[in-house]
Structure formats: structure tokens, C-alpha cells
């Protein structure tokens, strides 16, 4: 048997095909025209051992001849069909035999070639069928998005344009993932997104290792994240596997990532250039299959700029940048968020649901939010546990209930809690028509002029409610 391995990494624009049959010289002949035509082979002598290379997601053409001792060809193909239906397979027929064509399309065979083989004609199926499994792939993987974009939406909550966008760049990343650097105020859900990240990838049945770099004291950071052989320093009475070697085959989140020492930002860089790893104390390198997501609450580019982290890491970081809005800069999404985790803990803590008023909503949508979703999270569990006074929204949020909300803890006058109203029913609007300008129009009864002057003045475009194919 051929020992090059069928790597799905290879250039997909070259046919990959299995061949089966029991004649060692036509198998040697077959293969050599096939290599010729810059198409890789991997034959088998028997239909058995064919298929156990094969699986649903074989990106191959199967090529076999009928006549074999063992499984016949038309029993091969039958099983490849069970397999994966759409996997092409081509069988060799005797000159002439029709009837056992028939039966063998019947039987799931995707096409037939008479004996003698004609290597031009061969060639020429073995492309079509290739190029047809293509198709086949990438509708799969489409499909496959899709399906994972609609379930993304109850787990990372939120309708406004910034979190469709993030939905829609974590599942895309999650099929390529390259080093990524999440970018968020504080409790925006960074750690969340990592998590989304890791679930929708291939890499999710392996594990998530997260590292807050913040909370590793510096003179420890190494031995934590490469781990050390027994004696490699004093007090290293044990073998210890780092947290970096504990992700293998998974996700490292090394979180505050701006907060790791300089110095140990090099390592990190020749970690993720290499990927390659040594346990302090011993010279021996462990390769190492991982993919890394960082998390910061800073701008990395100016911390780079200005020398307090090392500007070659960021380089490698920034190919792949999340950013997460804040929840003021995102005000839609606070109804529904707060809904959420409210009924929430009314149902984990058995307790009534009462829905909140108009007037407290808006005091919700118009407060600052500071510690963003994880604040809102408290917010909306106190005021389902609370009793009295303390179930009342304006108190929960520090403000006199009397007081109209926001004035005590924003700046915000009448001119901008209007403007940030206005801004709110033409986004209300815009979703509603699916981004359709002249029924936004009509239903606000603006002038197209007066619309788009406004639409410019809040930064709302257009194009962030044309229908996606996630939603
Ligand atoms: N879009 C969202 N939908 C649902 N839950 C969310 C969303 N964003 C954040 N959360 C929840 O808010 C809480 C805080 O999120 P997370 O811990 O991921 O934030 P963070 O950015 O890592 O915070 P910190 O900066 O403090 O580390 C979590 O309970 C998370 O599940
Ligand atoms: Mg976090």
C-alpha cells in the first residue's frame, strides 16, 4: 500500500482518490497515471480495508474495480453509500456488462467505467466527481455555520448590531482559529466569549485551560504556565505540568493578558511562533497543538506603543480581534439581557416573576452600567430576590426613586437623553424593516433627508439591519 497519508490540509484544488483492487499490477499502472495527472492515491488491495479509512467527511473519490475476491465492488459501494451518501464512487465494470451497471448506480455507485480503462476518460470522471464532492463539502460547512450561528444566539444574548457582528466573527474564527485577542470593558464577557469561541470549534471536546495573568504572582509565572521537572528549583520537590501543556489538543484563555511581565511575554512569543514548549528544567521540547485566545480590558496597540507590553506579541494578537462594546454603547440590548437573568432567578430561586414597568426599563436602558452584563446580572437577580423598597429598580440602581432616572449618576440633559431616544426608535425601526429605508420612513414619517442627516449624526447604518444569514 501507498504510504502518503490523505491530508485534508493539502491544496483542495487536487483530486484525492482511493483506489481498490486486487491486481497489484493494474493498481501500480492506475496509480501512476492518476500521479501523473496530479492526483494523490492511496490504494488498497481489498474493499475491507478501504473502508475502514473512510468516513462522512472523506474528502476522496473511490475508485474500484467489481470483481475481488472478498467484498465485490458492488458490496463496496453499497457500504460507501451508508457511509456517507454523497461520497462519489466509480466502479470498473467488465466490457459490455450493462445489467451489472445498472445495478451498480442502483446500489449507490455515483458512476461506471468499462474495462479497458481509457486513463483520458478516467481522469476526466475522477475530476467532475471531485469537483461535485467540493460542492458537497462546503455546503456542509455552510450549513454547518449556519446551524451553530442560530444556537450562538442563546448562549451569547444581545440583538444589537455589535453582537450580531461578534456571533457572526465567532463562528467563522471557530472553523480557522488563529491566535485571537479579545478586546472588552470589564464584565462584557470576555470570558464567555472565549468559552463560545472553544464550544463552536473542532477543539471542543478537548480541554479550555483558562489563566488569569493578573492573579499569578510574577515570580511564578513560569513555573505555572511550562511547569517544571522534580528539582529544577528549590522547592520543586515534584514534576509539575504547566497550564499551557494541560491545554494540548484544546484552548488556552490567558485572560488579562495585558498584566503578564514583560519578560515572560517573550516566551509566550516563541510559544506561539513555534509551538513548542520546554518544562522548566529539562531540555527536551514538547510539541504542542493548541489554540490561544487573550483577553484585555486595555488598548494593546497604545499599551504597545508606549512600552508597557511588547509590541511583536500584539502583532501576533492582532490578526484576530474581538471587540466587545460596552453596554452603554449597545442600549438595546439591556431589556432583554435583564429579562433574561431575572426570569432566571425567579426560576432558580422559585420566585415570582413581576415584570418590570415602562418607566423602569427606560431607568435601566438610561443608567451607565459601568460593570456592564455581569453588573446588570446582579442587578437583575437583586430585584427578583428583593422585598420592599429594595425591589424597586431606582433604589437597586442608587438612585432616589422619585428622581427621574439618570440624572444623579450621568451628565446626560434633556438634549441627549432625546437624542439617545430618537436614536433608539430609528435602530427599533431599521430592525423591524429588515434595513428597508423608505418603510422606515413612512413609519416615522421622516423625509429621507431628515433620516439620513440623522442616521449620520448616531452612527446607524443601514447595512447593520439588512437581513444576515445567521438570523
Ligand atoms: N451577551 C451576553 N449574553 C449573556 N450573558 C452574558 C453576555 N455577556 C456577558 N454575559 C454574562 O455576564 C457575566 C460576565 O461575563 P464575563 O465573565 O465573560 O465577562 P468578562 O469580560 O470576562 O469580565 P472581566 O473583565 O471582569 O473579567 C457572565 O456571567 C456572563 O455569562
Ligand atoms: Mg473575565
Same mark, same amino acid.
Given at each position: 500500500?501507498?504510504?502518503?497519508?490523505?491530508?485534508?490540509?493539502?491544496?483542495?484544488?487536487?483530486?484525492?482518490?482511493v483506489?481498490?483492487?486486487?491486481?497489484?499490477?493494474?493498481?501500480?499502472?492506475t496509480?501512476?497515471?492518476?500521479?501523473?495527472?496530479?492526483? $494523490?492515491?492511496?490504494?488498497?488491495?481489498?474493499? #475491507?480495508?478501504?473502508?475502514? &479509512? !473512510? *468516513?462522512?467527511?472523506?474528502?476522496?473519490? @473511490? =475508485?474500484?474495480?467489481?470483481?475481488?475476491?472478498?467484498?465485490?465492488?458492488?458490496?463496496?459501494?453499497?457500504?460507501?453509500?451508508?457511509?456517507?451518501?454523497?461520497?462519489?464512487?466509480?466502479?470498473?465494470?467488465?466490457?459490455?456488462?450493462?445489467?451489472?451497471?445498472?445495478?451498480?448506480?442502483?446500489?449507490?455507485?455515483?458512476?461506471?467505467?468499462?474495462?479497458?480503462?481509457?486513463?483520458?476518460?478516467?481522469?476526466?470522471?475522477?475530476?467532475?466527481?471531485?469537483?461535485?464532492?467540493?460542492?458537497?463539502?462546503?455546503?456542509?460547512?455552510?450549513?454547518?455555520?449556519?446551524?451553530?450561528?442560530?444556537?450562538?444566539?442563546?448562549?451569547?444574548?444581545? $440583538?444589537?448590531?455589535?453582537?450580531?457582528?461578534l #456571533?457572526?466573527?465567532?463562528? &467563522? !474564527? *471557530?472553523?480557522?482559529?488563529?491566535?485571537? @485577542? =479579545?478586546?472588552?470593558?470589564?464584565?462584557?464577557?470576555?470570558?464567555?466569549?472565549?468559552?463560545?469561541?472553544?464550544?463552536?470549534?473542532?477543539r471542543?471536546?478537548?480541554?479550555?485551560?483558562?489563566?488569569?495573568?493578573?492573579?499569578?504572582p510574577?515570580?511564578?509565572?513560569e513555573?505555572?504556565?511550562?511547569?517544571h521537572?522534580?528539582?529544577?528549583?528549590t522547592?520543586?520537590?515534584a514534576?509539575?505540568?504547566?497550564?499551557?501543556?494541560?491545554?494540548?489538543?484544546?484552548?488556552?484563555?490567558?485572560?488579562?493578558?495585558?498584566?503578564?511581565?514583560?519578560?515572560?511575554?517573550?516566551?509566550l512569543?516563541?510559544?506561539?511562533?513555534?509551538?513548542?514548549?520546554?518544562?522548566?528544567?529539562?531540555?527536551?521540547?514538547?510539541?504542542?497543538?493548541?489554540?490561544?485566545?487573550?483577553?484585555?480590558?486595555?488598548?494593546?496597540?497604545?499599551?504597545?506603543?508606549?512600552?508597557?507590553?511588547?509590541?511583536?506579541?500584539?502583532?501576533?494578537?492582532?490578526?484576530?480581534?474581538?471587540?466587545?462594546?460596552?453596554?452603554?454603547?449597545?442600549?438595546?440590548?439591556?431589556?432583554?439581557?435583564?429579562?433574561?437573568?431575572?426570569?432566571?432567578?425567579?426560576?432558580?430561586?422559585?420566585?415570582?416573576?413581576?415584570?418590570?414597568?415602562?418607566?423602569?426599563?427606560?431607568?435601566?436602558?438610561s443608567?451607565?452600567?459601568?460593570?456592564?452584563?455581569?453588573?446588570?446580572?446582579?442587578?437583575?437577580?437583586?430585584?427578583?430576590?428583593?422585598?420592599?423598597?429594595?425591589?424597586?429598580?431606582?433604589?437597586?440602581?442608587?438612585q432616589?426613586?422619585?428622581?427621574?432616572?439618570?440624572?444623579?449618576?450621568?451628565?446626560?440633559?434633556?438634549?441627549?437623553?432625546?437624542?439617545?431616544?430618537?436614536?433608539?426608535?430609528?435602530?427599533?425601526?431599521?430592525?423591524?424593516?429588515?434595513?428597508?429605508?423608505?418603510?422606515?420612513?413612512?413609519?416615522?414619517?421622516?423625509?429621507?433627508?431628515?433620516?439620513?442627516?440623522?442616521m449620520?449624526?448616531?452612527?446607524?447604518k443601514?447595512?447593520?439591519?439588512?437581513?444576515?444569514?445567521?438570523?
Amino acid at each position: 500500500m501507498n504510504q502518503n497519508k490523505l491530508n485534508p490540509n493539502d491544496d483542495e484544488m487536487q483530486p484525492r482518490v482511493v483506489l481498490v483492487d486486487d491486481d497489484a499490477a493494474v493498481r501500480k499502472a492506475t496509480s501512476q497515471w492518476l500521479n501523473l495527472a496530479g492526483m $494523490r492515491v492511496l490504494d488498497y488491495a481489498g474493499a #475491507r480495508e478501504a473502508l475502514s &479509512q !473512510l *468516513a462522512t467527511e472523506s474528502n476522496v473519490v @473511490v =475508485i474500484s474495480d467489481i470483481k475481488m475476491p472478498g467484498m465485490d465492488g458492488l458490496e463496496f459501494a453499497k457500504r460507501c453509500n451508508d457511509i456517507d451518501p454523497d461520497l462519489p464512487v466509480i466502479l470498473i465494470t467488465a466490457h459490455g456488462d450493462i445489467r451489472m451497471a445498472v445495478r451498480a448506480m442502483r446500489d449507490g455507485a455515483y458512476d461506471f467505467i468499462e474495462k479497458p480503462i481509457e486513463p483520458e476518460l478516467l481522469i476526466d470522471r475522477i475530476q467532475r466527481a471531485w469537483e461535485k464532492r467540493q460542492l458537497v463539502m462546503e455546503n456542509r460547512k455552510l450549513k454547518r455555520i449556519v446551524n451553530r450561528g442560530a444556537s450562538l444566539e442563546n448562549r451569547l444574548l444581545g $440583538r444589537s448590531p455589535g453582537i450580531r457582528q461578534l #456571533r457572526k466573527q465567532i463562528v &467563522q !474564527l *471557530a472553523e480557522t482559529p488563529v491566535d485571537t @485577542v =479579545i478586546n472588552g470593558a470589564t464584565g462584557t464577557g470576555k470570558e464567555l466569549v472565549a468559552q463560545c469561541l472553544h464550544e463552536w470549534s473542532p477543539r471542543a471536546n478537548s480541554p479550555f485551560v483558562a489563566v488569569n495573568c493578573g492573579a499569578i504572582p510574577e515570580a511564578l509565572f513560569e513555573s505555572e504556565l511550562f511547569g517544571h521537572e522534580k528539582g529544577a528549583f528549590t522547592g520543586a520537590t515534584a514534576k509539575r505540568i504547566g497550564k499551557i501543556e494541560h491545554a494540548a489538543g484544546g484552548t488556552l484563555f490567558l485572560d488579562e493578558i495585558e498584566s503578564m511581565p514583560l519578560n515572560f511575554q517573550i516566551k509566550l512569543l516563541r510559544v506561539l511562533q513555534e509551538r513548542k514548549l520546554e518544562r522548566l528544567g529539562s531540555n527536551q521540547q514538547i510539541d504542542l497543538d493548541i489554540w490561544v485566545i487573550a483577553a484585555t480590558k486595555v488598548d494593546l496597540e497604545q499599551a504597545s506603543a508606549s512600552g508597557d507590553f511588547r509590541e511583536d506579541l500584539y502583532y501576533r494578537f492582532n490578526v484576530a480581534e474581538l471587540y466587545i462594546p460596552s453596554l452603554a454603547d449597545r442600549r438595546d440590548d439591556i431589556p432583554l439581557l435583564f429579562e433574561h437573568y431575572a426570569q432566571k432567578a425567579a426560576y432558580q430561586f422559585d420566585r415570582d416573576y413581576h415584570q418590570p414597568t415602562e418607566e423602569e426599563i427606560e431607568c435601566l436602558i438610561s443608567y451607565p452600567w459601568p460593570g456592564n452584563v455581569r453588573q446588570l446580572k446582579n442587578i437583575a437577580k437583586r430585584y427578583v430576590l428583593g422585598v420592599g423598597p429594595s425591589r424597586n429598580i431606582h433604589t437597586l440602581l442608587g438612585q432616589p426613586s422619585e428622581q427621574q432616572p439618570d440624572t444623579a449618576r450621568t451628565s446626560n440633559g434633556l438634549a441627549e437623553r432625546v437624542q439617545l431616544f430618537e436614536a433608539e426608535l430609528i435602530t427599533r425601526s431599521l430592525r423591524k424593516h429588515k434595513g428597508n429605508i423608505s418603510e422606515v420612513m413612512q413609519e416615522l414619517e421622516l423625509p429621507r433627508r431628515t433620516l439620513n442627516n440623522k442616521m449620520s449624526q448616531y452612527e446607524i447604518k443601514r447595512k447593520d439591519f439588512v437581513g444576515s444569514d445567521l438570523e
